[in-house]
């Protein structure tokens, strides 16, 4: 009797740490899969923000220089269709054409500063080093947010793939997530540069 009262107590012992382990795994998931959803918008903000500072810039260039019509539609036409997606869950298509967007914002602002070279007096203005010191920690924050975003991303991944809490995340619906991947013709995303 005393022999079999041991056992329930051990096949109880066992089942209670699975519990355990299952419970303590579960909410690593939900602390993993929220950082991975911070993270990402931190780079719909950084996004935002190049979003915001653009007209800025195009105002400036307006007011301070004759400049083509051309280059102002165009980063015009950029900053719409990078505005006009919107990506509140990652993964793998949306973030490739929002960073295509957002890569087609950056060269056509590149293409406008690198015609305001052409105009020192406009370069010198205190609205233009304003809007350029604004516009490259912007791009730092870019940076930064999608290198986080891909950081917390491979956590998740990591935890999701590995035995055996992996078998908690099959049963609890957990997948593995997408980050920023380098596009066959660019090792990196475009960047606003002076």
Known sequence: MQNKRSIGYIIGGVFILIALYGIVTYNGFIKKEEKVNNQWAEVQNAYQRRLNLVPNLVSTVQGGADFESGVLSQITEARSKASSITVNEPDSESNNRQLAAQNE??????????????????????????????????????????????????????????????????????????????????????????
């Open 105 to 194: 914002l950056a060269s056509a602002t590149n293409m406008l500063i690198a015609r305001i070279e052409k105009y020192p007096e406009l370069k010198g203005t205190k609205a233009f080093s304003g809007l350029q010191v604004q516009l490259e920690g912007t791009e730092r924050r870019i940076k930064v947010a999608r290198k986080d975003f891909n950081e917390s991303v491979q956590i998740y991944n990591t935890g999701v793939k590995t035995f055996p809490a992996n078998i908690i995340a099959k049963v609890f619906g957990f997948e593995p997530k997408h980050g920023f991947e380098a596009s066959e013709e660019a090792d990196k995303a475009v960047e606003i540069k002076f």
